[in-house]
C-alpha cells in the first residue's frame, strides 16, 4: 500500500502530517513537489512529531509525462493534489494514464482567466469510468466539508432542502498589515472576482463585496460577511434535492478590504503579463512574491475560524432551519501539525477523503463531487481526525 501526495505548501503540510498520523492505513507515503527542499522541511517536521519518515520527489506537476513516471515508481493507491488549480488536469491526466485515483481540493482554473468552473474537470466523468478509477473533486473544507453538511442534512434533518447559505468566518489575527491565509495569488484572484449566487434556477451576478450581511458566528460573534461566488455553488445546484437558493459568505476585516481595493487600484491584482524594465511579469506573481508565505503564519496567529452551512427547508410538512459548522482555533493546529486554521481545516478533509479511498469506504468509477458520496463516514472521521462539528436546531 502506498500514497502520492503533490503539492508541499501549507495545506501540504497538514495533509503530509495527517497521512503520517494514519500510515496503518495509507501506508508508504511519497511527498513530492516542484521545491524539494519545502518536501524535505515537512518529512523532518512529520518524523519529528509522529516518528513516521516519509518519502521525497520533487517534479514538475504541469508536465503529464514526468508525473506519469512518478506514479508509475511510487504504485499509489490514490494521488493527493494540494498543489495549485493550474496542475489539476495535468495530474488526472496523469491519473487516468496510470489508472490511479484521484482527490483533490479546489477546481481547475486556467492561469490567464479567472474562471470557477468544473467543467473542465467533469470532462474526465466517461474516461474515469472507462478506466475503472475514481476521482474526488474538492475534498478540502469549502468546497469539501461544506458539501457533506449538506449531503448530511439532506440525508438526516430534511425531506427538501430549499435554502443554503455557506458561511466562512475566519476571526484570526496574525498580526500583519495584509497577508492571505491561503496562496495569495489564487486566493486574490478568488475574493476580486465578480460575485455570484444562484435563485430559482438562475444565476445572479454581483459586483465584488457587493453585497454585505452581519452573520452571527457560534463561539465567535457577530461579523461582516461579503457574498462572493464559490466553486461548490455550481455542484451543489445539480445535487440538492428542490432547492431554491444557494449563496455563499466569507468575512473580512475592512483593513483586508481597503488593502484590497488599493492593490486592484493600482493595478497589483492584474493576472495578465505587463513589461517591466524590459522584462514581463504578472503583476499578481509579483505581489504573491512579497506577501507573507501564509505557511508562516502558523506560529503567529491567534483566535478561531467557524465555517458552516446555514439551512433552511421542511421536514415531515413543516419548516426547519440547522447551522451545522465545525470550529478550529489556530494556535491548537500550530500546536499538533505547525499549521495554521486555514491549512489544517483543508488538509484534514483531504486526508480523510483519501482514507475513505484507500479503506474502500467511498468510491466508483468516474468524477464525483463530495455530496455525491454516503456523508456518514466521512462525518464521523472529522470527530475523530480533528474537526468535531456541532448542529444548531434554529
Ligand atoms: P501553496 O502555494 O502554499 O502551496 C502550493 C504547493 O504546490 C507548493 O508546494 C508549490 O511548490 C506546489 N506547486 C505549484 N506549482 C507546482 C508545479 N507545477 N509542480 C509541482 N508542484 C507545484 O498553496 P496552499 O497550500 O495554500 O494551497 C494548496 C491548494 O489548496 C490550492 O489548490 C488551494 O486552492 C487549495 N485550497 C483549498 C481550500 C478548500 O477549503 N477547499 C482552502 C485553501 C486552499 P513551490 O513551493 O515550489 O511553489
Not at 519545502?38 to 508525473?67: F, M, P, Y
Not at 481545516?345 to 468509477?365: E, F, H, Q, R, S
Request: aromatic residues 10%; hydrophobic residues 35%.
Amino acid at each position: 500500500m502506498s500514497v502520492l501526495q503533490i503539492g508541499a505548501g501549507g495545506v501540504g503540510g497538514v495533509v503530509a502530517h495527517k497521512l503520517a498520523m494514519n500510515a496503518k492505513t495509507f501506508g508508504e507515503i511519497t511527498l513530492a513537489s516542484r521545491t524539494l527542499d519545502k518536501c524535505q522541511e515537512i518529512a523532518k517536521s512529520v518524523h519529528t512529531k509522529t516518528g513516521v519518515t516519509i518519502q521525497t520527489r520533487s517534479v514538475n506537476a504541469d508536465c503529464v509525462e514526468d508525473l506519469v513516471k512518478l506514479i508509475e515508481e511510487v504504485q499509489p493507491k490514490v494521488v493527493i493534489n494540494v498543489a495549485l488549480p493550474y496542475q489539476d488536469l495535468s495530474i488526472m491526466q496523469a491519473c487516468l494514464q496510470t489508472k490511479t485515483h484521484y482527490l483533490d481540493t479546489a477546481n481547475y482554473e486556467h492561469p490567464d482567466t479567472a474562471k470557477f468552473e468544473y467543467k473542465e474537470q467533469w470532462a474526465f466523468h466517461k474516461a474515469y469510468q472507462e478506466a475503472g478509477i475514481f476521482a474526488l473533486l474538492g475534498s478540502g473544507f469549502d468546497p469539501g466539508v461544506t458539501n457533506v453538511f449538506c449531503a448530511y442534512a439532506q440525508k438526516h434533518y430534511f425531506d427538501e432542502i430549499h435554502s443554503i447559505d455557506i458561511l466562512d468566518c475566519n476571526a484570526g489575527d496574525h498580526g500583519y498589515p495584509f497577508a492571505t491565509n491561503f496562496n495569495p495569488e489564487i486566493n486574490l484572484r478568488e475574493v476580486s472576482s465578480k460575485g455570484r449566487y444562484w435563485k430559482n434556477g438562475e444565476w445572479i451576478e454581483t459586483e465584488p463585496m457587493e453585497i454585505m450581511q452581519v452573520w452571527d458566528y457560534p463561539e465567535i460573534g457577530k461579523k461582516d460577511s461579503y457574498l462572493l461566488y464559490h466553486e461548490e455553488l455550481e455542484s451543489l445546484v445539480k445535487h440538492i434535492k428542490g432547492l431554491k437558493q444557494i449563496r455563499f459568505f466569507m468575512t473580512f476585516s475592512q483593513n483586508y478590504l481597503n488593502h484590497m481595493r488599493c492593490l486592484e487600484n493600482v493595478g497589483m491584482l492584474r493576472i495578465d503579463e505587463v513589461q517591466h524594465n524590459g522584462n514581463k511579469i504578472i503583476p499578481i506573481q509579483f505581489l504573491k512574491t512579497l506577501l507573507p508565505d501564509p505557511a508562516s503564519l502558523a506560529g503567529r496567529t491567534i483566535g478561531k475560524t467557524n465555517i458552516g452551512c446555514y439551512i433552511q427547508g421542511i421536514k415531515e410538512g413543516k419548516e426547519k432551519t440547522i447551522y451545522i459548522y465545525n470550529v478550529c482555533d489556530h494556535q491548537e493546529c500550530y500546536q499538533e501539525v505547525n499549521a495554521q486554521a486555514i491549512s489544517y481545516t483543508t488538509g484534514v478533509p483531504a486526508m480523510i477523503g483519501a482514507k475513505l479511498i484507500v479503506g474502500g469506504k467511498w468510491g466508483g468509477n468516474g468524477v464525483f463531487n463530495m455530496e455525491e458520496l454516503d456523508p456518514d463516514a466521512f462525518m464521523q472521521e472529522l470527530n475523530a481526525q480533528g474537526l468535531p462539528w456541532k448542529v444548531l436546531e434554529l
